[in-house]
């Protein structure tokens, strides 16, 4: 359930599109934290703060997340995901990934180093995942992390102006693509959870696994249809802008599991303080 949520996280990770003020260029964005409310199954299971900022050329995510309310007492989880790198043209390309998950107060470190011609993983406490595949540096080569990989299809919309775009994506033990593809629009009414109301992108994003996948099976149920049907469903995706100063941004997100129904709202967003950019 944990690597279930977490991968839910990473699809919303990258929070904020850009708006291309140059063609075929990301463009400066104010610094913004979004704040994302997580129900799986109808119950509101998990909340998360998602900060991004750029500079100079470089940029920098961070996801703060937790179980929320009587379920963070009940199964105490938290995770920090966090992404530096530099922005060349309208591509970013990741140096640094940083992610540290704590489950019932023992915390799991994974660290993507990115290379000229691998990404290098490292884990603290070390990996003993041996019932798995083995990703290979051929098919390491050229990923991004998932929050850098979720940039990357934001800044695609931002520039093109659709979600037809496929990322490669490795999270240190999995590699797989998300392809993103155009649904239309729809309007997000009174009806509707979250804070935005009015008209939105809507795009889909599938996932294929590459390598890394569990042999068995048995531990891969965010890979799973259902209990006896393998392959993830997609993610439906609504992107919208909440304010004439800002560029699109995921606004609401529906995918089905075998854990129910999952729907990620945008609960509250602002712009961040300099404490915020500084930690």
């Known amino acids: 359930m944990r690597r279930f949520i977490?991968?839910?996280?990473?699809?919303?990770?990258?929070?904020?599109?850009?708006?291309?003020?140059?063609p075929g260029?990301?463009?400066?964005?104010?610094?913004?934290?979004?704040?994302?409310?997580?129900?799986?199954?109808?119950?509101?299971?998990?909340?998360?703060?998602?900060?991004?900022?750029?500079?100079k050329g470089k940029y920098h995510s961070r996801v703060n997340a937790q179980t929320y309310g009587f379920w963070h007492r009940a199964l105490p989880w938290e995770t920090v995901l966090d992404s530096r790198g530099k922005i060349v043209k309208d591509k970013?390309?990741?140096?640094?990934?940083?992610?540290?998950?704590?489950?019932?107060g023992k915390p799991k470190v994974t660290k993507l180093h990115f290379k000229k011609d691998d990404v290098v993983p490292e884990f603290d406490p070390p990996s003993h995942d041996e019932n798995r595949e083995i990703v290979t540096q051929d098919q390491r080569?050229?990923?991004?992390?998932?929050?850098?990989?979720?940039?990357q299809m934001l800044a695609h919309v931002a520039v093109n102006h659709d979600c037809n775009v496929t990322v490669p994506v490795f999270d240190g033990k999995r590699r797989f693509d998300v392809t993103g593809a155009d649904d239309g629009d729809e309007e997000i009414n009174e009806a509707d959870y979250g804070i935005f109301k009015g008209d939105?992108?809507?795009?889909?994003?599938?996932?294929?696994?590459?390598?890394?996948?569990?042999?068995?099976?048995?531990?891969?149920?965010?890979?799973?249809?259902?209990?006896?049907e393998a392959g993830r469903e997609?993610?439906?995706?609504?992107?919208?802008?909440?304010?004439?100063?800002?560029?699109?941004?995921?606004v609401r997100m529906e995918s089905g599991s075998v854990f129910g129904l999952i729907i990620v709202h945008l609960s509250n967003w602002r712009y961040a303080t300099s404490a915020e950019i500084k930690s």
């Open 25 to 55: 260029r990301i463009p400066n964005v104010p610094p913004i934290v979004a704040t994302y409310d997580i129900y799986v199954g109808g119950i509101h299971l998990v909340t998360a703060d998602i900060l991004f900022q750029e500079e």
């Open 234 to 250: 997609p993610f439906h995706i609504w992107l919208g802008s909440v304010s004439p100063e800002l560029p699109e941004m995921a």
């Open 92 to 104: 970013f390309v990741p140096l640094e990934f940083y992610s540290r998950d704590v489950w019932k």
């Open 6 to 22: 977490l991968l839910s996280l990473m699809l919303f990770a990258a929070a904020p599109a850009m708006a291309a003020d140059v």
């Open 141 to 151: 080569h050229g990923s991004l992390d998932p929050v850098t990989a979720l940039l």
């Open 200 to 228: 939105a992108r809507t795009c889909d994003a599938g996932f294929k696994m590459i390598s890394g996948e569990w042999n068995d099976r048995k531990p891969a149920k965010f890979w799973q249809k259902s209990d006896t």
